[in-house]
């Protein structure tokens, strides 16, 4: 039913930045949450960021201070600011939003993904 399409992927210098977009098919004010996740090869995928609808924001660790997550009702676009990039981020970056359903019941939605390669 949600359709996400990532962008602004790419290939960047460690220290440097980039920004991500995820355009959604539909209305994400309705979300419970949009996010970002990412996976390396070889490893489980993670996640990056989370807005609500609230707003509340939720950062892993490894970003904190670095990422800034941000979401554009009008345009249903989610935004990722990656900024002190560091080769550990390299990964593949998918987005994601969380709908309600019955029962209480969050229904996840996902982008195909895009490449965000961090090296020298």
């Known amino acids: 039913q949600v359709q996400l399409v990532e962008s602004g992927g790419g290939l960047v210098q460690p220290g440097g930045s980039l920004r991500l977009s995820c355009a959604a098919s539909?209305?994400?004010?309705?979300?419970?949450?949009m996010g970002w996740y990412r996976q390396a090869p070889g490893k489980q995928r993670e996640l990056v960021a989370t807005?609500?609808?609230?707003?509340?924001?939720n950062y892993a660790d490894s970003v904190k201070g670095r990422f800034t997550i941000s979401r554009d009702n009008a345009k249903n676009t989610v935004y990722l600011q990656m900024n002190s990039l560091k080769p550990e981020d390299t990964a593949v970056y998918y987005c994601?939003?969380?709908?309600?359903?019955?029962?209480?019941?969050?229904?996840?939605?996902w982008g195909q993904g895009t490449q965000v390669t961090v090296s020298s």
């Open positions: 994601n939003a969380k709908d309600r359903g019955d029962w209480g019941r969050l229904i996840d939605y």
């Open positions: 539909g209305s994400i004010a309705s979300m419970y949450a």
């Open positions: 807005v609500t609808s609230a707003p509340t924001t």
